[in-house]
């Protein structure tokens, strides 16, 4: 199947920094990009969505100037989690499809912050 | 009535047992249907799409019914190794992820 390559796999930051977590699609050019997040023991939610080139649609209740999402290319979107905070110590996955493909997910970046 | 509903778990059953998952979705206009499975700690994971025919791969039989808006999965003779938590997934607008249903196979 489709390679989707996420980086770093796990990041520990201080409170009030910003983190970055990139998602790349290897062998494939995405179209659509997607931001989950899974705190433990619960489901995958969706943050947002992205569009090569568009601005990202967030889903309710994501703060988007908290989550800054840019896809600025067909194989590169990156999520910044900015002037993070304990509360958002979670486990965050993109996901990637081209057209109308199943989605191929990263592999997950676990993010502590102390 | 929330967007996808997968039956409670965990299911823990014996190695060899039958095992099926169900999941209702409410958007009638649901476009694809698939079902991932996930390991502790990892990514979901692809086991398969869902067609409107029912397709089968392997031990594990998939059905849909959109009169009724509910996918299945059906795992015969299970093994150790398909302990994980199964995932239905829907998609409309965007992909909409079950909470997932936990099966333990015990020895």
């Known amino acids: 199947g489709a390679v989707v390559s996420q980086h770093p796999s796990r990041v520990i930051c201080k409170s009030g920094t910003s983190v970055k977590i990139e998602c790349r699609s290897l062998d494939f050019q995405a179209t659509t990009m997607f931001w989950y997040r899974q705190f433990p023991k619960q489901s995958l939610m969706l943050m947002a969505t992205s569009n090569e080139g568009s601005k990202a649609t967030y889903e309710q209740g994501v703060e988007k100037d908290k989550f800054l999402i840019n896809h600025a290319s067909l194989t590169l979107s990156t999520l910044t989690v900015t002037s993070a905070h304990p509360e958002d110590s979670s486990f965050y996955i993109c996901?990637?499809?081209?057209?109308?493909?199943?989605?191929?997910f990263g592999q997950g970046t676990r993010l502590t912050v102390v | 009535r929330k967007e996808v509903e997968q039956d409670p778990g965990p299911f823990n059953v014996p190695e060899g047992a039958t095992v099926a998952f169900n999941c209702t979705y409410s958007n009638s206009a649901s476009q694809s249907f698939f079902w991932y499975r996930q390991d502790c700690r990892k990514e979901p994971k692809l086991l398969m799409s869902v067609y409107s025919s029912g397709n089968e791969d392997g031990r594990f039989t998939a059905q849909l019914n959109r009169a009724s808006q509910y996918i299945s999965l059906l795992i015969r003779d299970s093994k150790l190794s398909d302990s994980a938590t199964y995932l239905c997934v829907i998609y409309g607008q965007n992909f909409v992820f079950g909470p997932g249903t936990r099966l333990s196979v015990l020895p």
């Open positions: 996901s990637a499809r081209w057209g109308f493909s199943e989605a191929f």
